[in-house]
């Protein structure tokens, strides 16, 4: 008997985390609630918003609910939904004891990568709901697929990854719930700085190869950097 | 903090130039032979403290393959610390714990899938079935969790026709038993047994005195950190960690 | 004081105490470089109003915009702080794994950059607004850079506020605060040199990097501004640091008192 | 009163302000001190 590798653990706990979720759907639930709700929030509170105008420095005047907007308000509305569900990973095996099995039986980096992977399954799962009835309802376009796609699938990865990292931090607490969101929020305001600045790049005419470059990169890097840094620090969170 | 290392029968004879390939191991039955590993747990001067408090302080062990240990002490002494810091859960606050077979220290990952455990506070997922929980588990430690694997090992602990309902529906003793048959998914070599027959009726127990005769057989070594009498009986050497 | 978490206390050194105390202590002397952050800061005070000259680009011509010397000191000291706050995480997390030790030391150091940290953003986004209401004609703007430090206290604050909530564990603590400031490293990173440069701003953008940009009177006060105020975020690290540590070494004495006492 | 004096004046507020926080510093620094040279030898106060 050798044991197995790291990947087949985590995907050994992918499986397990995705047929316990099935099963509860404490995560689902919670994530698809909150997010219907503050879709129809948003919808209703912008229709005043429609026809509104303004003035940039340089004298052009906008649509103040425009595609750059309608996207912003889609991320934030990811976010805070992300933020409603996705701390249970970790906080459910922390508080239901299961956590010291998985000490157990498998390395640090398996299980940041399991539930990494889970955690992005659950995201993009809503947000493969929520975005079309939001495009239905605020009449946001997709304009450039091909930019439109790949922001989609890295901000979605980046905002499990920031998610991940954060419920473990806070699911060593006693009051995780509250630590959760507070210490999550100011890493999650630069990426969406960095998700909205690259998903304007959707609706602008004319892209040339610099801007494509400064705008996804940052947005890219940011999600590897995150990534790297919490995979090789994870250990020090997860065991004693 | 004190502790006495009280040995109640020979130590193991790890060089037998007689009979090259296996043991003699001697057990309140008499003089048994067991399969020739090298597997040895040595364990020097361990302490630990939560905060500031000490637990335990100078504890000593070298048991050899074959050997079951019974880790004795009053409530509150740290014998499932102790256990978990044998386990690899807690890093101590002084002291080593070595793990070697033939020879070879055991680090990381290979460490790893050699140890089995049950603790009280080891839960298992209440939102999955028995044999859900033992196909996870399984597959973490790279078996092949099939129908025939699970039924059997659940057979094992008396849970024959309870694997589809769910741990949230089972009771106690039904859970440990549960435990137990998590704990031994692989054959580990390192068995950690904390208060094993806690909540089991008298075929329970009859279970956990079978899986410790089992591994002891099989050239393992078995800690079980206990109070009870006649689980204190099952060790073959006495590891006191005593209160001053 | 390597031995921070394993001192011996036995009867002999008691013994040994009780006669020490009687010898007078050894007296203290202001250190040369504490003289000199207070002397240096004076000179920068007075500097700042009767040595800078007007420049030009300012609300009011050859007006000599004092608060600068304040106000861009204490915006670089504030990412500094995260730097050395990093450095000192990544040094804990390091010695851990190697040493297998418990290197508290660059836990109190880590933290308390935090700490100076965000006690330096805050004064850089007070000096900063004020600044912006005479000049811009509005206090608050979100200009990127207002955006970016506006952020990077709230990074600072999460991170203080992680270490509050395991205050009981010690030793979780210091480990859970030094992962969040290596991995929030690369918000703050963002927050300073990218944030400012992806979106358009109003801060002039090349006063540091370019010297030509200032004149030498300016120079002659803002660089003697930024070593006192690196001088006096020395001095102010330093203190926190050997605060923890009696704390630390009060909070043993006192177990060490319970332990004797209840035996 | 002068431009001069009214810069002298303004001048005096952070002057001030920075020699108490500076005498204020060094008084700490010296009670630390103290401490410190207490505690070196002394484990049970």
């Not at chain 1, 929020?185 to 960095?194: A, E, Q």
């Not at chain 2, 043991?23 to 590993?37: A, E, F, I, K």
């Not at chain 3, 500094?80 to 010695?95: D, P, Q, S, T």
Request: one cysteine or more.
């Amino acid at each position: 008997m050798s044991g197995s590798l790291w990947y087949q653990q985590a995907v050994a706990l992918w499986r397990k985390d995705l047929r316990a979720e099935l099963r509860t759907r404490v995560a689902l639930g919670s994530m698809g609630v909150f997010a219907l709700a503050s879709l129809m929030l948003i919808a209703l509170s912008m229709l005043s918003l429609k026809d509104e105008v303004f003035v940039d420095a340089l004298g052009h005047s906008h649509l103040a609910w425009d595609n750059p907007a309608k996207m912003a308000l889609l991320w934030v509305l990811f976010c805070f939904a992300a933020f409603a569900g996705l701390s249970h990973s970790f906080v459910h095996e922390e508080s239901t004891g299961t956590a010291q099995n998985l000490r157990l039986f498998m390395s640090a980096h398996a299980v940041y990568a399991g539930k990494l992977f889970f955690n992005f399954t659950v995201l993009g799962a809503i947000m493969l709901v929520i975005t079309p009835i939001y495009m239905l309802l605020t009449g946001m376009q997709v304009g450039g697929i091909m930019v439109f796609v790949p922001i989609m699938v890295w901000g979605g990865m980046s905002l499990a990854a920031v998610a991940t990292t954060v419920a473990a931090l806070a699911s060593r607490a006693h009051t995780s719930g509250a630590l959760f969101g507070a210490i999550g929020l100011p890493m999650l305001i630069v990426l969406l700085v960095l998700i909205m600045q690259a998903a304007k790049l959707c609706y602008s005419a004319h892209i040339d190869t610099i801007s494509i470059v400064k705008d996804t990169g940052g947005l890219l890097s940011y999600g590897i950097l995150i990534i790297t840094l919490s995979a090789l620090s994870f250990h020090f969170v997860w065991e004693d | 903090m004190k502790i006495s290392l009280i040995i109640k029968q020979k130590q193991v004879n790890n060089h037998s130039h007689f009979i090259p390939w296996q043991q003699v191991v001697r057990t309140q039955t008499g003089l048994r032979l067991c399969p020739l590993n090298t597997l040895r747990l040595q364990i020097s001067n361990l302490g630990h403290r939560y905060g500031g408090r000490k637990l335990f302080q100078g504890v000593n062990l070298d048991a050899a393959a074959g050997t079951v240990v019974a880790v004795l002490g009053t409530n509150g002494t740290g014998k499932s610390t102790f256990l978990k810091i044998v386990a690899g859960l807690l890093t101590p606050w002084q002291g080593t714990v070595s793990l070697s077979l033939d020879g070879a220290a055991l680090t990381g990952e290979k460490r790893r899938h050699i140890i089995g455990m049950t603790a009280p506070d080891m839960a298992l997922y209440q939102e999955l079935s028995g044999a859900e929980n033992l196909e996870f588990f399984a597959s973490l430690r790279g078996l092949n969790p099939d129908t025939a694997m699970l039924r059997s090992s659940l057979e094992k602990v008396g849970l024959k026709g309870r694997g589809r309902d769910l741990v949230s529906d089972y009771s106690s003793g039904m859970r440990q038993r549960l435990r137990l048959a998590v704990a031994q998914l692989g054959s580990p070599r390192l068995l950690l047994l904390d208060e094993p027959s806690s909540n089991l009726d008298a075929a329970g127990i009859e279970i956990v005195e079978s899986v410790l005769n089992q591994h002891r057989e099989a050239g393992h070594i078995v800690l079980i950190a206990t109070n009870a009498p006649h689980e204190m009986e099952w060790g073959d050497v006495h590891l006191q960690v005593a209160q001053l | 004081m390597a031995t921070l978490h394993s001192p011996v206390v036995n009867k002999e050194d008691n013994q040994k105490i009780s006669t020490e105390r009687l010898t007078p202590q050894t007296a203290y002397h202001v250190p040369l470089w504490k003289a000199l952050t207070g002397l240096i800061m004076s000179y920068v005070i007075v500097g700042a109003f009767f040595i800078a000259h007007g420049a030009i680009g300012f609300a009011e011509k050859g007006v000599a915009a004092r608060i600068i010397f304040f106000h861009v000191p204490c915006a670089v000291l504030s990412s500094i702080a995260y730097f050395v706050g990093f450095f000192y995480a990544a040094r804990y997390l390091l010695k851990l794994k190697s040493e297998k030790i418990k290197p508290f030391l660059d836990d109190y150091r880590s933290a308390a950059a935090m700490e100076l940290g965000f006690l330096f953003c805050l004064l850089a986004t007070i000096t900063g607004s004020i600044f912006a209401g005479v000049q811009w004609g509005s206090f608050w703007n979100w200009d990127p850079r207002e955006t970016s430090i506006v952020v990077m206290l709230l990074l600072y604050a999460s991170y203080l506020l992680l270490r509050a909530a395991n205050s009981l564990k010690p030793e979780l603590r210091a480990r859970l605060s030094a992962v969040y400031a290596v991995v929030a490293l690369v918000p703050a990173q963002f927050l300073i040199w990218a944030v400012p440069r992806i979106l358009a701003t109003m801060h002039p953008t090349t006063t540091l990097t370019d010297p030509r940009m200032t004149s030498l009177s300016y120079k002659m006060v803002l660089y003697p501004a930024f070593i006192a105020f690196v001088l006096l975020f020395i001095w102010l690290m330093q203190l926190r640091v050997r605060m923890m540590m009696l704390w630390e070494q009060h909070r043993h004495n006192a177990q060490q008192t319970m332990e004797t006492d209840y035996r | 009163m002068t431009h001069r004096m009214i810069l002298m004046l303004v001048m005096a507020v952070p002057l001030v302000v920075w020699f108490g926080l500076f005498f204020y510093l060094l008084i700490i620094d010296r009670a630390m001190h103290r401490l410190e040279n207490n505690q070196e030898g002394n484990d049970s106060i």
